[in-house]
């Protein structure tokens, strides 16, 4: 039950935050197909990972599903940094563009538009 814990915790930080990541990534006319490809790729991994490690473990000893995702993480670490130069900054919010508890959204060129009665 120990090991549960900081897994548990772990997850509850990582997934909320790379759903953000892939919605932020993503534009709007895409993102439910992206998020539910990342959803089934997180399944999937989870259905593969454990089966591997298993069969690594039973094949070729008890530390090889260790090194096999240390490797991997490596791998995927890397691809990261490769693609870091591809991946735009999120776009600036401006306090003007957001609008007012009123309803009503100012602009810096417009006059303000009417509240709803």
């Given amino acids: 039950m120990g090991p549960l814990i900081p897994i548990s915790a772990g997850a509850a930080l990582n997934n909320p935050a790379l759903r953000a990541l892939v919605s932020r990534k993503t534009s709007a006319d895409v993102q439910g ?3 539910g490809l990342s959803a089934s790729f997180d399944s999937l991994a989870r259905f593969l990972g454990p089966a591997t490690a298993g069969v690594l473990y039973k ?4 530390a090889s599903p ?5 490797v991997v993480m490596a791998a995927a670490f890397l691809f990261a940094l490769s693609q870091k130069s591809r991946m735009a900054a999120p776009p600036e919010i401006v306090s003007s563009d957001i ?3 009123a309803g009503t959204q100012i602009d810096s060129h417009t006059q303000p538009l009417e509240s709803p009665r």
């Avoid at 260790?66 to 240390?70: I, K, L, P, V």
């Fill in 99 to 101: 609008p007012s508890a």
């Fill in 66 to 70: 260790y090194w096999t995702a240390g």
């Fill in 59 to 62: 094949s070729a000893g008890i």
């Fill in 33 to 35: 197909g992206a998020l």
